[in-house]
């Protein structure tokens, strides 16, 4: 019945300091578990890859438990039922579950969640219509709160958050501007996503920039990177703007984090409010915005784009280079048919 002999999982080998390599990694193979009486046994057929891994294998305070050598890389993933000894799922329904950089699990059945195939292909359960489309949604229209007219800017923008971020700009009648790491990336969101711009940040300078784009001063700035980038953007904000912080991506491989926020006494003439949220802030929403975001997606006005990476073995180097750019869309290791 079972094509792999064996369970495959991927461990934090050491924590690394600075930029991940591939010794901070270990493959650890395993037997493939029974499941117990109100279990089932799952099957990953898509792993997500997400900024927030690299945040788990550092020590130090933080909302979630973080990551000892040895342990298996935290993560997300969508899976098959090949086996189930819980009346709430029957072999071959799809469900996404936290078992970790893994092949195979048997976990409780309450722990799972279903996904619906008739919604959306099923790994966009990982992207749009996963976490990062939640990020998106709450970090927007809960955080930002823009007003038709505003002018929005979006970092990481071709990303899995940052796409979504800047096309419900749109639907709620923002001007919006992406900054994004190669020209590649810029002209998907000019031509593909309805942006208004695109700026590469590794070419052009962003505060000059946006400064001739929108001499009136950005509104609302959703930071997904910080660093340089969110200078640029911190010299160009309106009076009134709101700043939400996403993430910091370009800090996660620091050896040292940066003390103290930087650039900040420009806020006091802007009257500027800085926020940071988490993603399960809003989880009492989460089903609202889901189907919201499907219907987009049906109605057109919603596009995603996934980069997926093919084979379980691979899942290191792909994550390595989800922190330098390498990755144009949601990021998705194939791990099986
Ligand atoms: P993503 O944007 O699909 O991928 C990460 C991108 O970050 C890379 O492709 C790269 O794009 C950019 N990047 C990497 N290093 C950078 C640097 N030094 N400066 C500027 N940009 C850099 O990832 P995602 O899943 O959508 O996550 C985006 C951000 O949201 C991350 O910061 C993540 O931590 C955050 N996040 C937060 C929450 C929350 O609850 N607060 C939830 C989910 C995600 P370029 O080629 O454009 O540089
Ligand atoms: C993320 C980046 C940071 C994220 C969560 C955090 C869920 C939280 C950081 C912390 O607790 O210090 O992408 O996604």
Not at 9 to 19: Q, S
Not at 43 to 51: G, I
Not at 269 to 277: A, I, L, S, Y
């Amino acid at each position: 019945m079972m094509t792999n002999i064996l369970n495959r999982a991927w461990t934090m080998a050491a924590r690394p300091i600075g930029e991940p390599t591939q010794d901070n990694f270990a493959m650890k193979e395993s037997v493939i578990p029974a499941p117990k009486h109100g279990e089932v046994l799952i099957k990953t057929l898509y792993m997500s890859l997400d900024p927030y891994m690299r945040g788990r294998m550092r020590s130090g305070p933080s909302y979630a438990t973080v990551l000892e050598p040895g342990d298996i890389m935290t993560g997300e993933v969508v899976a098959r039922v090949e086996q189930s000894e819980s009346q709430k799922y029957n072999v071959g329904d799809i469900v996404r579950a936290n078992i970790g950089w893994q092949e195979w699990a048997a976990v409780g059945a309450h722990t799972v969640n279903r996904v619906d195939p008739n919604l959306a292909p099923i790994s966009t359960s990982l992207g749009i219509l996963g976490m990062p489309g939640m990020t998106a949604y709450f970090g927007l229209l809960a955080v930002l709160k823009p007003r038709a007219g505003d002018t929005l800017v979006v970092s990481a923008a071709s990303g899995a958050v940052g796409a979504v971020v800047g096309q419900i700009g749109k639907i709620n009648g923002c001007e919006v501007i992406g900054i994004a790491g190669t020209e590649e990336k810029c002209a998907y969101l000019i031509n593909e996503l309805g942006f208004s711009h695109g700026i590469n940040y590794k070419k052009q300078n962003v505060s000059k920039e946006l400064s001739s784009i929108a001499p009136a001063g950005i509104d609302c700035y959703f930071d997904n990177v910080g660093g340089p980038v969110s200078d640029g953007v911190f010299e160009n904000l309106a009076l009134k703007s709101r700043v939400a912080i996403c993430g910091q991506i370009s800090q996660y491989n620091a050896a040292e984090t940066p003390k103290g926020p930087r650039n900040l006494a420009s806020l006091i003439r802007t009257r500027t409010t800085v926020e940071g949220f988490l993603v399960y802030d809003f989880v009492l929403e989460h089903e609202v915005a889901r189907s919201r975001i499907a219907t987009w997606i049906k109605e057109g006005r919603l596009k995603y784009k996934e980069d997926v990476v093919d084979g379980f073995e691979n899942a290191p180097t792909a994550f390595i280079g989800l922190l330098n750019g390498k990755n144009f869309g949601k990021l998705l290791v194939k791990v099986s048919d």
